[in-house]
Each structure stands twice: as C-alpha cells, then as structure tokens.
C-alpha cells in the first residue's frame, strides 16, 4: 500500500516537471529593436496584494497586469505597419479581428470596450498547457486562422490599439496550464522581486529598460498625452504667425527626484532655456515641455537630458526650422 503511494507520488512529481521543463522559450512578440523604435511599457505585476511591482521591484506595471506591453512611439508608426510575431512554435487556437483601433481614456469608453479588452487578439497552443496570447493587433491585420501552424518569429498580424488600449501596443501573456507566467521570472516563480529565484523564459537575454524616451519634438501649444500617442506634433518646420515654440518630451518610467536638464537655443546661438526641473512624482509614462514666446526665423534646437542619482538616463536632441 505504502510503496504503492510513494510511486503515484513521484510519478506526478516526474510529469509535472516535466511540462514544467517543456517550458517554450520565448522570442519577442514585435519586430522591431528595443530601446530604438519599441520599448517595453509595462511588466507583469508580481505583488498579490491591490499594490503593484514588477519583477525588479520597479514599478513599471499597474495592479493585476498579467502581460508585458511591447509599445510604440504613437499611431503614426502603427499605420506603417510594425508586425507581431508568434513568440514560439505551437498551433494557432482562436482569433479575433475586427475590433477598431482607438485609445481608451474615459469610463465610458472603458465600458464601451467590456468583454473585448483584448481587442484583436490571438491564442497560440504550444502543447503541454502552455499558451501565449496577444492582444490589442491592429484592426484588420490578423494573418493567422485557428488550425495554423507557427514558428517562433511567424507574423501575425500588425502591432494596434484594440481594446482596451490607451496607446499602441502588443500585450503578451503566457500561461501554464491557465496560470499566468511571467517570462522575466519563470516558472513557478509568479510574485515577488528575487532575482535569485528568477529563470528567464525569453531566448535572448532581454535587459531591464524601465525608463527610456518614446518620442520628443515642437509644438506651437503644450501637447497632450493622447495627441501624442495619436501621433500628432510630427513638425520638422513650423511657420506662420505662431504664438510659442516648444520643446516637448514624452517619456515612460520617471520617477521622483529625477532631474531634467532643458536647453533651447535660438538660430542665433543664444541658450534662451537652460533650466533643471526635478520631478516631485513618478509617472509610468509623462509628457513635459518648455519653450518661449519671443520667436525669431531660423533653426531652433532643443536639447533634453535625464538625470537619475546623477547618472544619465537617456538624452534627446532635436532641431525645428521656423519660417
Ligand atoms: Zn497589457
């Protein structure tokens, strides 16, 4: 009876390592490079409780967020067209489409999106129980059918903002046997910031990037967040009787008492900005800007850095030509 038990018992304990250890490695989801023209948004929350953490103790996720968001600078680079990739081999099993691409912002619209908050989305089955599942693709883009065979770096369809999206965006999750994964921590390993216990599930090692820029630029008014995403404020020349020039920066991850450096020099050279600001709150994605009324023809330059425990973050330049 005893011996009986014991083999049961190590016979589950084989199986489920087992498909613990089929565990796919994964490729990223966007064809794309990170930190040049993607960037990650947000990381699966590892804290159980109403707080949030991501799986380096940062705060680069929001409560319950069971995905990594692969971003893009605005909409004007989702109309290009930025693929989603099939993170690993396995069998397309469902697909939606037809869900239109838009930023969510109210309650309403919030509503208005209830029970398609993956918006376009696909499911793959890797075998053993696992999953992948990608959401938010752009209406209409989605190649694949249920019954499709992929491989790892297979297009699926084109990177949007479906559902449930405040900005452009691929939203992976894997799951194990209906279990949310995080591929930075790895298996069994779903709460907490111990890097000790974490076992990377992505093919490449793929670095921690918590604060980055999305996208810097001129505007003759302060630009908001969604225009941003929207993709307005695109202007290399500006003309007219215009009643400000600005430098805006829109950015993910700062955090309080980072310092940023501005600097606007006119077409004649002079630094007409050279300010610090330090940030008094975090911010998972921020938009800030500085500028002047006093406005002379010729090429104008805005320089931006970012300061963290005086090291530098990131830094942007930019130039406008104003006729
Ligand atoms: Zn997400």
Redesign the pocket.
């Known amino acids: 009876m005893t011996t009986t038990l014991v083999l049961t018992l190590v016979v589950g304990c084989v199986r489920l390592s087992n498909s613990q250890d089929f565990s796919p490695k994964l490729g990223i989801p966007i064809e794309c490079n990170l930190q040049e023209d993607c960037f990650i948004m947000?990381y699966v929350d590892r804290d159980p409780t109403t707080e949030s953490k991501d799986f380096a103790c940062g705060r680069q996720t929001y409560d319950g967020?069971?995905?990594?968001?692969f971003a893009i600078a605005d909409f004007a680079v989702m109309r290009k067209g930025v693929p989603v990739l099939a993170a690993a081999e396995g069998t397309v099993l469902r697909v939606r489409d037809g869900v239109p691409d838009a930023l969510v912002d109210t309650e309403a619209e919030k509503k208005a999106v209830s029970g398609q908050e993956c918006g376009n989305g696909i499911v793959i089955d890797h075998g053993e129980g696992w999953e992948t599942q990608y959401?938010?693709l752009r209406q209409g883009s989605i190649v694949v059918k249920p019954g499709m065979k992929v491989d790892r770096g297979t297009v699926l369809g084109m990177v949007g903002s479906s559902g449930l999206a405040s900005f452009p965006?691929v939203?992976l999750s894997l799951r194990h046997q209906d279990i949310v994964i995080d591929p930075f921590g790895g298996v069994s390993n779903n709460s907490g910031c111990d890097t000790k216990k974490q076992k990377s599930l992505w093919q490449e090692s793929l670095a921690y990037t918590s604060t980055g820029l999305i996208r810097a630029g001129f505007a003759t008014q302060p630009p908001t967040q969604s225009e941003l995403w929207s993709g307005e404020y695109q202007d290399t020349q500006l003309s007219g009787n215009i009643p400000a020039i600005l430098f805006w920066v829109h950015a993910y991850g700062v955090l309080q008492g980072d310092v940023e450096k501005w600097q606007l020099i006119s077409p004649k050279g002079e630094v007409v900005i050279d300010r610090n600001n330090i940030l008094d709150k975090s911010y998972r994605s921020w938009v800030s800007y500085s500028g002047t009324r006093k406005i002379i023809p010729g090429t104008w330059q805005g320089k931006y850095d970012l300061w963290r425990d005086n090291k530098l973050i990131f830094e942007v330049q930019k130039n406008v030509i104003v006729r």
């Open positions: 947000h967020h069971k995905g990594i968001d959401c938010h965006h939203h």
